[in-house]
């Protein structure tokens, strides 16, 4: 590179001795020149790097607010999966629903959190006489769904916002849990549905559909990823297992068809990832209880390779964890996989009196490496089960650190100082 600048540059030191000159040169050639060319063969995810909550097509390329109403426009059933922990997937479910109401018919919003026989509280909600506080208490949340109802609120709001009426989808737990029972006992010759009293039954979906094959593979291993003892290779827990999976996605589907003919609009349900990538669980009933009704499949995306067959559209919602202890977690990407950063510290919790910093990287967590989120509750259940301390190790800057965040499972415990630093 022969340029003016280079020269006044090389004259002068060549004119001082060659060791200077070659000093130069050897920096000039640092900043210049790079090792080796960068890899063609790596498949691309996506075409863009997504902020939270951006929409984008199953092949990862961008797509517009008005490009995702376009999309569902012509939609009897828009089945939007979630993470039931992850705030970020409520607050996409929320938009996804303030631009459908925009549409030229509005939707009605289906909620697997809810049973169906709990329709009229949802309705007295809809129609302004429930505050969001009663409605916690009127859908008794904590027995009937569990997780919290804090972050189900933009999804309500945005439903009675828009005048979007609200059902709920499912059977209420006290049947699930009785049926299970039955099912565990194998009662009535193999027939757990007929030992169940006919209030029972009534809550049940009228046709319980069968998983097909894809899916019962998929959910044999789903049981065995269960640390609760769950035996897929038992028969009976297997037939159980499958039953229950039956009756909730049949259940669901039942509900959505039946709120489709009952308002004579579009239907969008909200409901748990598993049961809507791929089609296999709630798409697969409504095909057989609603034929011809075209179905929209929306999913998160966590960064991983994009399958086409899981759904049709994609929204941007990063790997999240909030911990009890105040923190929350949240995946980025970094290289070639993630990296889980510290987003958020509450005031006066434990997670701050130990140190932990927004914008901390944690790197290892009670001696596991932080590969995946799931690490978290893995090494938590080994330190409660040995009643030892959760260590954290932290990337601070250029600094490391280790957080100790006491031992699980004790209230009014004093918080240990942090410590390391290199």
Not at 197 to 226: C, K, N, W, Y
Not at 265 to 289: Q, S, T, Y
Not at 387 to 410: E, S
Request: charged share 20%; net charge neutral; with cysteine.
């Amino acid at each position: 590179m022969p340029l003016p600048s280079m020269h006044r540059a090389l004259v002068p030191a060549f004119r001082r001795g060659r060791g200077a000159f070659f000093v130069l040169l050897l920096t000039l050639l640092a900043f210049t020149a790079c090792a080796r060319p960068a890899p063609t063969h790596e498949k691309m995810a996506v075409s863009f790097l997504p902020a939270a909550g951006e929409f984008m097509n199953a092949t990862g390329d961008r797509l517009s607010a008005e490009g995702l109403r376009a999309r569902a426009a012509t939609a009897a059933y828009v089945l939007v999966g979630e993470s039931h922990g992850n705030p970020c997937d409520h607050e996409a479910e929320a938009r996804i629903l303030t631009l459908l109401a925009h549409g030229k018919n509005p939707p009605v919003v289906g909620l697997e959190m809810a049973p169906a026989s709990l329709n009229p509280v949802l309705k007295e909600f809809s129609d302004g006489k429930i505050t969001p506080e009663d409605l916690e208490q009127r859908l008794d949340w904590k027995t009937n769904w569990g997780h919290p109802f804090a972050r189900y609120l933009p999804v309500l709001r945005a439903s009675r916002d828009w005048q979007l009426p609200l059902v709920g989808l499912n059977v209420p737990p006290g049947v699930i849990r009785r049926l299970s029972a039955a099912a565990t006992q194998n009662a009535t010759a193999g027939d757990p549905v007929a030992a169940l009293s006919p209030e029972d039954r009534a809550q049940l979906p009228t046709r319980i559909i069968a998983p097909a094959t894809e899916q019962e593979a998929f959910l044999r291993e789903v049981m065995s990823g269960h640390p609760d003892g769950r035996n897929a290779a038992d028969p009976r827990q297997l037939a159980r297992f499958l039953l229950i999976q039956s009756v909730w996605d049949s259940a669901m589907a039942e509900q959505a068809a039946r709120a489709r003919r009952a308002f004579g609009r579009p239907v969008v349900v909200l409901a748990g990832i598993a049961h809507v990538e791929g089609g296999l669980g709630i798409a697969r009933r409504l095909a057989a209880l609603d034929p011809g009704a075209q179905i929209l499949l929306i999913s998160p995306w966590r960064g991983q390779d994009l399958d086409e067959s899981d759904a049709h559209l994609r929204v941007y919602c990063p790997e999240s964890f909030e911990s009890r202890m105040g923190m929350t977690l949240t995946a980025r990407p970094f290289g070639e996989g993630f990296e889980y950063v510290v987003s958020a510290v509450a005031r006066g919790s434990r997670a701050e009196g130990a140190g932990l910093r927004p914008g901390d990287v944690v790197t290892r967590v009670g001696g596991y490496r932080l590969r995946s989120l799931s690490t978290m509750h893995v090494a938590g259940s080994e330190a409660f089960r040995e009643k030892k301390n959760l260590l954290l190790d932290i990337r601070r800057g250029p600094d490391c650190y280790t957080v100790d965040l006491g031992p699980l499972g004790q209230q009014g415990i004093p918080y240990p100082a942090i410590t390391g630093g290199q």
